[in-house]
Every structure is written in structure tokens, then in C-alpha cells.
């Protein structure tokens, strides 16, 4: 069969089978249909599919096949980062900043100290958790930030299912989560400063302030109608600068999201967008990434740093929320249902490993072993907050 009908076949296989996984198996409780999609990506990759059934797996993901999938996974993730980017009020939390900070700061900064010290473990087990291209610091605070990340887009997900994002503690949530998906990518950009290339780095920030300017008083301008398609081009130049400097094309359209003011937009258009997106285009890159995990090491230890990553990330992540909890006098049970929402990993986390892995901070075994920790995490979610909404409701509707 020729390039064509292959990439069809993978399309097909790519969409048919985690939903009905999904569908047949009941799993939206504990696992919705992205992380069943972000698992059935994994299991076609080449430590399953392509471990059990080489030539079946060559013969289907052929480099030409491949490098089809790959075109549409870059467009569907500089998509979801741009809407994601878009999420972020920073005005709400600006006006809520002491508690804000304290609880963003603590959410991050604790479960980034126990994933560096996780990596630093790693890095004792040998040098074949390390990207060829890093530096040791570059590792420890890449698999660091890895571990504190929130995934903000699911986060909204899981909110919506639990019935508490319009809630005051929903609100409140999505403060935390928005000031640290922000230190997030200021961080990976730190992490991928290029001093090489520093020159072309500075002038791609200092064009991208002035052009910043410039897009904000033509989108106020423009109907509603033609802010979409001013918004796609504008993501498109911001990407493209990014990655032409150096600092990767994520940070570009994420960088295009957060200077767009998500009231340009109607609020059921941008979430119906989200949702096409994840529908029709997210699943390509999941299958994109899963053929990217390796299994170069002994598959055990493999599990083994992905539990010890959850550890770090899971524990840290609580352990902070906890200790803000008590600084602020949250009521009872309050920061453990916060904590275990703030530790959602899934999608965001995966996006920053990729680009991770892109610039060889971190090998193909990390990638796998952050993957596996970014489903576990995200799985692990709804369960555990579920049966503590259920015993402390009125905590839903306390004003913030």
C-alpha cells in the first residue's frame, strides 16, 4: 500500500480505538477519552505494538507515514497551546495576588524541588536518562518542572464533569493553575535559552513586544468574525519567530495566546474549539508521541522512574497545597481536593517533555517514564477528588 492509504489506516486505528475503549469500557469516571487516547498512543508505539509485532509496526508507520502524522501533530498542539495560553486571567489573579501567590508559589515550587531531587537520582542510575544536548542543571530543572506542572486545559475538563468550575472554588482554582502554567513556560524558555544564539532570541522578544502592541489595537478593530482568522495568522508568525530563534514553536503560540484577551472571542466559540480540537486533531499527536517513547533501558526500570516521578509529583504538589492551606486557614478538606485537581499532569505536561526531548534535554527513556507519570496522575484525579466532593459539598459553593 502506498503512503496514502497507510496514513488513513493509522488515522482510523488513531481514532476508532481509544474511544471505543473509552465507550465499551465505562472509563470516563477515572480515565476520560484524552487519556485513554494519550494511552492507546503509547501502546502503539515501539516498545508494544512495535515490541510484539515488529513488521506489522514498520510496515504501518513507515517514515513517510510518520512524517504525515507528524504535520498534523505539530498543528494540532500549536493549536491547543495557543487556546490554552488564551485561558489564563491574569487580571483575576493580579486582583487576588496574595492568595494567589502564596498558593501558586507553593504549588509549584514544592513538587519542582522533589522532582529535581528525583532527577538527580535518576542521574545516579547513569547517564542514559540525560539528552545528549544537556547540561546537568537543564536536566534536573526540566524533569523538575516536569513533575510540578498542571495541565490547565484538562484541568478545566475534569472541573466541568466534577460541576464545580463555575463555582467559587472553581474560579479559584483556575487562579493557581494560570499563574503557574505561566512559570511553567517561563521556565522551559530559561530552560532552552540558547546563548549561541542569544541575539536572535532578544530580538524575537523585542519584535514580539512591539508587535504585541500593534495586534491588540488591530483585534480591537476587527469584527468578531475576522478575529479568528487574524488570531490563526498571528499564532502562526508567533510560532515561526519562536522556533526561528531557538526557543521552540510551543513557546511561541503560547506566548501568542496569553497577549489575547479571551473576551474577544465568545466564550462558547473558544470552548467549542477546544473540544473540535481535542476531538479531531489532539489524538494525532498523541499517536506522535507515543511513537516516540523508548525502551532502551530494562522496561522495569523504566516503570520504576515513572513511579518515582509520580511520587515526587503527586507528593510535592499535596504537600504544597497543604502547607498554603494552613497559611491562608483553608477549611477542612479544602487543600487536599485543590491539590489532587492542581496535580492533573496530562496534555501540558506531555507538551512540555516533547519539546524536552526535541532539544535532547532529556532521552527518549525519561520521555517514556514522563508520559507514563503524566497518564497516572491525571487517572488518579477525578477518583480521589470525586469521593471528597462528595463528603464536603458545601466547600463548592464558599465564596473565594
Not at 2 to 9: D, M, V
Amino acid at each position: 500500500m502506498g503512503t496514502t492509504e497507510l496514513f488513513l489506516i493509522a488515522l482510523a486505528v488513531t481514532l476508532a480505538v481509544p474511544y471505543l475503549i473509552w465507550r465499551l469500557g465505562g472509563t470516563d469516571q477515572f480515565a476520560p477519552l484524552v487519556v485513554v487516547q494519550i494511552l492507546t498512543g503509547v501502546l502503539l508505539g515501539p516498545g508494544l505494538l512495535g515490541g510484539v509485532f515488529p513488521e506489522a509496526f514498520q510496515a504501518l508507520f513507515k517514515p513517510d507515514v510518520v512524517q504525515a502524522l507528524n504535520g498534523v501533530s505539530w498543528w494540532a498542539v500549536i493549536l491547543f497551546v495557543w487556546l490554552a495560553g488564551m485561558e489564563l486571567d491574569l487580571g483575576k489573579a493580579w486582583a487576588h495576588r496574595v492568595e494567589s501567590g502564596i498558593t501558586a508559589g507553593l504549588a509549584l515550587g514544592v513538587p519542582m524541588v522533589f522532582g529535581a531531587l528525583a532527577a538527580l537520582v535518576l542521574l545516579g542510575l547513569g547517564d542514559q536518562w540525560m539528552g545528549a544536548a544537556a547540561q546537568r542543571w537543564q536536566f534536573v530543572v526540566g524533569v523538575g518542572m516536569s513533575c510540578a506542572v498542571t495541565a490547565l486545559p484538562i484541568l478545566i475538563l475534569l472541573m466541568e464533569k466534577l460541576d464545580i468550575l463555575r463555582q467559587p472554588m472553581g474560579q479559584r482554582i483556575l487562579r493557581y493553575a494560570s499563574l503557574d502554567d505561566l512559570a511553567i513556560w517561563t521556565v522551559l524558555a530559561v530552560i532552552l535559552m540558547d546563548w549561541e544564539r542569544v541575539g536572535r532570541q532578544l530580538l524575537f522578544l523585542l519584535a514580539f513586544g512591539v508587535a504585541t502592541v500593534l495586534m491588540r489595537r488591530l483585534m480591537r478593530m476587527l469584527s468578531r468574525a475576522d478575529r479568528w482568522m487574524a488570531g490563526l495568522v498571528w499564532l502562526v508568525l508567533c510560532a515561526f519567530g519562536a522556533d526561528w530563534c531557538g526557543l521552540h514553536y510551543m513557546v511561541g503560540a503560547f506566548l501568542a495566546g496569553v497577549v489575547m484577551d479571551a473576551e474577544w472571542f465568545e466564550e462558547a466559540e473558544r470552548d467549542a474549539l477546544r473540544h473540535h480540537v481535542l476531538l479531531v486533531l489532539m489524538p494525532i499527536y498523541f499517536l506522535s508521541s507515543g511513537l516516540r517513547t523508548r525502551w532502551g533501558v530494562e522496561g522495569g526500570l523504566v516503570f520504576a522512574a515513572a513511579g518515582l516521578l509520580l511520587v515526587a509529583s503527586v507528593s510535592g504538589k499535596l504537600l504544597g497545597v497543604q502547607a498554603a492551606g494552613r497559611l491562608l486557614r483553608w477549611g477542612p478538606g479544602e487543600a487536599s481536593i485543590i491539590g489532587w485537581l492542581l496535580q492533573t499532569k496530562a496534555l501540558i505536561m506531555i507538551i512540555f517533555a516533547n519539546v524536552l526531548l526535541d532539544k535532547q534535554i532529556i532521552s527518549g527513556e525519561t520521555f517514556t517514564a514522563l508520559l507514563l507519570m503524566a497518564v497516572a496522575s491525571t487517572v488518579l484525579t477525578m477518583p480521589m477528588v470525586a469521593s471528597r466532593l462528595a463528603r464536603i459539598k458545601a466547600l463548592v459553593l464558599r465564596a473565594s
